[in-house]
């Protein structure tokens, strides 16, 4: 059966969300939710995260699944939220402990901190199959981006992350920690093999100024007109592009604050003595 989509477009960090589901009544995921994040007062609000709760309620969803493509460096994630006030398993890739561990070091973060995603109530293997309701799923081990990227694939829609932008914008950066560009070429491409009519949901999309923003584009869109991988396109070719880009790229705004929390399940970092949660900034480290 087709899977029922509503995709939320967060503006200020350019992110998707999209919640998935079988029928009304019936159960969801939620994929890549953005908690909102204020760097200039360090406080967060869940404006976002609210308008999700109140679709689920609208359409009467049961939330099973909130699904995580990777641990995103440029919005916060509210997974932990919604599973405070709607249920569902938090889940992401069984390689998530490498990412945890790389960041770990940086932030030096307290001994107690597991690398082994165990934060995390699911750890998806690679092609592991799960269920929404009456939907069928599968995980993607897509990674490039960063070394655990996964992609779910419900039924005719795959939930792409950051492997593809819109055809017009391209792909994702490969030079975070672990990232690797020869990677991500592979992972697109297993992408691009699934039927041409195939629909690809977005976790980002960064609009041109004569457009308004997309959230799906389809296998054979990218095929034909992706600026950066389109058919024809070696991945040695592939490769050379995208490390000349990434040296041109900044660093991304809410990478420090982002990563402290996505690693941990959309969790704030333990409260101290005073009872405040502190994110840590690491100097001349990146």
Known sequence: MPAIIKSFFDPITSTLSHVVYDHAGGQAAVIDPVLDYDAKSGRTSTIAADKILQFL????????????THA???????????????????????HIGQVQATFKKLFNLEPGFAVDGSQFDVLFEEDEIFHIGQLQAKALFVPGHTPADMAYQI??????????FMPDTGTARCDFP???????YRSIQKILALPPHTRLFLCHDYPPLDRHHESATTVAAQRADNIHIHD???EEQFVQMRKKRDATLAVPVLILPAVQVNIRAGTFPPAEPNGISYLKIPLNSL
């Open 178 to 184: 672990g990232g690797d560009a020869q990677q991500l």
């Open 57 to 68: 309620r609208e359409q009467e969803l049961t939330l099973a699944w909130i699904l995580e």
């Open 155 to 164: 039924e005719d829609a795959v939930f792409i992350g950051d492997t593809l």
């Open 232 to 234: 024809g396109i070696s």
């Open 72 to 94: 995103h460096a440029d919005h916060l994630s509210s997974a932990k939220y919604l599973q405070q006030n709607s249920g569902g398993k938090i889940a992401i890739g069984a």
